[in-house]
């Protein structure tokens, strides 16, 4: 059976990814561990510890991690999720408490214990990752994949022209953790968008179900609704994490993937967060990877419509 660590910066996607592995019975879920992102680290922490108790899975230990960037002042995504990272619909009551080892202690000590076992799913910012890279290195080398709702792919940012949300709360800690040697999947921003979000009728679907996962599930993403209503005046809900989960839990909806050279940019200020991808193709002035060694597989093409029969039938069963 897969080993898992889930690192989220817990808002309402992230909510929707955490209860796809939770109520899936071929992954042993050894730890989810929070970090700050969407919201402050408190909040990803009870958003987190309510989508425990929600989900009707496995109840694994939850660790709290980072409660700010590397090297930068955090910045969250309260504009798109809720002042609460879920909806602000009062959905946050959780009567689960954290461990009170920190996560990153945490992560190490469960890689130690499980060498060439554990996969890491990072669907937030990668800090405590980064950490824990920084802090021991030969123990991070036992990891045996991450998996990461990150980047644009390659398309255009969502958080700058050129930045997708979680390299951009810390592009630092994305630099380390690519940078690690660790073999890394990137699901990108770009994969997550069109036929992969929900319409109305899929939640219409959610909400009639009388399955208080899939409820909460739609619920907590009102604010994302609302967002995408003023933002390109269509009623849905994106999915970047549960696009991401989607590809852990079913390898079989990745239709294209590409082995690349991914290179992220921390120093200028226009380009901050921005992870130039280069899939080896010969260009005017260099001949593939011109000398650089892929450090990361990404994904470029999802069957949206598998993936989102999946989630739902998951979410309602």
Not at 98 to 106: F, Q
């Amino acid at each position: 059976m897969r080993k898992l660590i889930i690192d989220t910066d817990t808002g309402s996607d992230d909510a929707v990814a955490l209860i796809m592995a939770l109520k899936s019975t071929n992954f042993k879920i050894e730890a989810i561990t929070t970090v700050c992102g969407n919201v402050p680290i408190e909040l990803a922490t009870k958003n987190a510890l309510m989508t425990i108790e929600i989900a009707n899975g496995q109840k694994p230990p939850l660790y709290v991690g980072a409660g700010k960037p590397l090297m930068r002042d955090l910045v969250t995504a309260v504009n798109v999720h809720g002042e609460d990272g879920m909806g602000d619909c009062n959905l946050i009551n959780p009567t689960l408490l954290p461990e009170t080892k920190h996560a990153v202690d945490a992560i190490l000590e469960i890689i130690e214990k499980n060498p060439g076992e554990i996969e890491i799913v990072t669907i937030g910012p990668v800090t405590n990752i980064a950490f824990a890279i920084l802090k021991a290195p030969e123990t991070m080398k036992k990891v045996k994949h991450i998996y990461t709702m990150g980047t644009s792919g390659f398309g255009p940012g969502n958080t700058t022209p050129v930045a997708e949300f979680n390299v951009y709360v810390d592009a630092e800690a994305y630099s380390i953790m690519l940078n690690s040697g660790i073999p890394t999947t990137i699901i990108g921003f770009d994969v997550c968008l069109g036929e992969a979000a929900w319409n109305k009728n899929d939640m219409d679907v959610l909400l009639s179900s009388g399955k208080e996962e899939a409820q909460f599930s739609v619920k907590c993403n009102r604010s994302v609704l609302e967002y995408n209503v003023q933002r390109c005046n269509e009623h849905i809900i994106d999915l970047p994490d549960p696009v991401a989960m989607g590809v852990v839990l079913w390898d079989d909806i990745v239709l294209e993937d590409k082995l690349c050279h991914c290179y992220v940019c921390t120093t200028e200020t226009a380009t901050y967060g921005q992870v130039i991808v280069n899939d080896g193709s010969k260009l005017a002035i260099s001949d593939g990877f011109a000398g650089q060694t892929p450090n990361a597989t990404v994904c470029k093409t999802i069957d949206n419509q598998l993936f989102k029969k999946r989630l739902l039938e998951l979410l309602v069963s």
